[in-house]
């Protein structure tokens, strides 16, 4: 089953955006789950307004800031909402999908490849502009420029072979920045040739505009010193093996 995870903090200005980009999908069969991160905003009261009592929807309120990667990586890991083979699909809380097809795209993409176990894609920024998002090497992601971005998919059972140990910071506590590299890394890496397709149709529309975007200094993650700090921290962690 395709498990979508929207992560976000004070997405109030978005939200609506990124859940109406889901409701709208032709394939219908998914779980959305929304894991807001302590917004101080009305983001809350505006997703139990859009969600109403589709079942399909999960808001998840957390009481102490946990941050994109622990957020993630706890949902996954609960067995109770999400099973080995499910499609993960990430789509940040102030982004959205970019056409009505996408769930039934990637769906289609893992059915008829029962190998395949982990993608990404391309994506446009609000403004029309192409993004970034490339074919990567596997065995040279790590030394290379960040091209692993939107629009990213996996099986659950991938991002379950990452050790936990490699989401923490050396001295032991979580890493609150350039969560895309932390995981995308050893999923690339364990994934190799064999599991792994690059997608060019674009898929995923980015939010750049938010001022609470990662890389900005209003960001919950500390802006763009803290990402160059976490970033080389995660790019000299120990490469996995592919499978």
Excluded at 101 to 113: A, C, M, Q, R, T
Excluded at 211 to 233: D, M, T, W
Aim: include cysteine.
């Amino acid at each position: 089953m395709i498990k979508i995870i929207s992560c976000f903090w004070n997405a109030s200005r978005y939200i609506e955006g990124c859940i109406n980009s889901v409701k709208n999908q032709s394939l219908t069969d998914f779980k959305m789950y929304l894991i807001d991160d302590v917004s101080t905003d009305d983001t809350i009261e505006k997703i139990k307004s859009l969600i109403d009592n589709d079942k399909r929807f999960e808001l998840i309120e957390n009481k102490e800031k946990k941050f994109k990667l622990k957020n993630i990586d706890e949902l996954i890991r609960d067995e109770s909402k999400i099973n080995d083979e499910d499609i993960i699909i990430e789509l940040d809380g102030d982004d959205r999908f970019s056409n009505t097809n996408v769930l039934s795209f990637i769906n289609n993409k893992y059915n008829i490849n029962s190998d395949l176990w982990l993608t990404n894609g391309s994506f446009i920024y609000r403004d029309g502009r192409v993004g970034f998002s490339a074919k990567v090497d596997y065995s040279k992601i790590r030394n290379q420029p960040f091209q692993f971005s939107h629009l990213r998919t996996w099986k659950a059972h991938l991002w379950k072979k990452i050790n936990p140990e490699d989401f923490n910071h050396q001295f032991g506590n979580s890493i609150i920045s350039a969560p895309d590299l932390a995981y995308s890394f050893p999923m690339a890496e364990m994934a190799g040739n064999n599991h792994y397709e690059f997608i060019p149709e674009i898929l995923y529309i980015y939010n750049d505009e938010s001022p609470y975007n990662e890389f900005k200094n209003e960001s919950a993650g500390g802006g763009k010193f803290q990402q160059f700090v976490c970033e080389s921290e995660i790019r000299f962690k120990k490469p996995y093996e592919p499978i």
